[in-house]
């Protein structure tokens, strides 16, 4: 199982570009996760991943108030996951 640090710009980019949208079991399975919450855990690094990116690009582009927006998202994902016990 790769590990990835979702927090790092290019290690996110690297883990998006490797499984797009892909979510729940699917991407469970493509990660080699198994066992109870590997599915809502495989989610949550998902959409924790995409709106940080969305948030960065934001940012890049000088729209911090959207950015803010979306950095509150990615917070309260990793605030109510299991990321920080599985990775």
Same mark, same amino acid.
């Given at each position: 199982?790769? %590990?990835?640090?979702?927090?790092?710009?290019?290690?996110?980019?690297?883990?998006?570009?490797?499984?797009?949208?892909?979510?729940?079991?699917?991407?469970?399975?493509?990660?080699?996760? /198994?066992?109870?919450?590997?599915?809502?855990?495989?989610?949550?690094?998902?959409? !924790?991943? *995409?709106?940080?990116?969305?948030?960065?690009?934001?940012? /890049? #582009?000088?729209? %911090?108030?959207?950015?803010?927006? !979306?950095?509150?998202?990615?917070?309260?994902? !990793?605030?109510?996951?299991?990321? #920080?016990? *599985? *990775?």
């Amino acid at each position: 199982m790769r %590990v990835f640090n979702l927090d790092d710009a290019r290690e996110r980019r690297e883990f998006l570009d490797a499984y797009g949208t892909l979510q729940g079991r699917a991407l469970a399975h493509r990660l080699g996760l /198994r066992g109870n919450g590997s599915a809502r855990f495989a989610t949550d690094a998902s959409c !924790y991943a *995409w709106n940080a990116e969305t948030a960065a690009q934001c940012r /890049r #582009k000088g729209d %911090v108030a959207v950015a803010l927006i !979306y950095e509150r998202i990615a917070d309260r994902i !990793y605030a109510t996951s299991n990321l #920080k016990e *599985w *990775w």
